[in-house]
Nanobody, 126 residues
Framework: QVQLVESGGGLVQAGGSLRLSCTAS????????MGWFREAPGKDREFVGI????????VYGQSVKGRFTISRDNAKNTVYLQMDSLKPEDTAVYSC???????????????????WGQGTQVTVSS
């Protein structure tokens, strides 16, 4: 069974950057589209973005478009979320999720995903 572990979260000032990693163990994610979501207290889970298995197709949520970049290194079984120009409203727990291998995931529909990480906290101070 695939396990996903996020890392790289922390406290950063507004305008700063962070890079999150999502590393898989117990199996390969090289054939899985991978999504990023975030959840802030009192708010619904929000779609951040999704990257296809080969990295050729990436879709971002509206609120992060132009500031966040998703990439992957299948040799390292890892997906990344580069977050630039961070804002206080980006404060949330960020989680990665694996779409079933060779399946289509639309992106924001969270129940399409098979496996989830436990998340990493990102706090952006003003």
């Amino acid at each position: 069974q695939v396990q996903l572990v996020e890392s790289g979260g922390g406290l950063v000032q507004a305008g700063g950057s962070l890079r999150l990693s999502c590393t898989a163990s117990g199996g390969t994610i090289s054939r899985n589209a991978m999504g990023w979501f975030r959840e802030a207290p009192g708010k619904d889970r929000e779609f951040v973005g999704i990257i296809s298995w080969n990295g050729e197709s990436i879709v971002y949520g509206q609120s992060v478009k132009g500031r966040f970049t998703i990439s992957r290194d299948n040799a390292k079984n890892t997906v990344y979320l580069q977050m630039d120009s961070l804002k206080p409203e980006d404060t949330a727990v960020y989680s990665c999720a694996a779409c079933p291998a060779q399946a289509y995931c639309s992106g924001p529909v969270y129940f399409e995903y098979d496996y989830w990480g436990q998340g990493t906290q990102v706090t952006v101070s003003s």
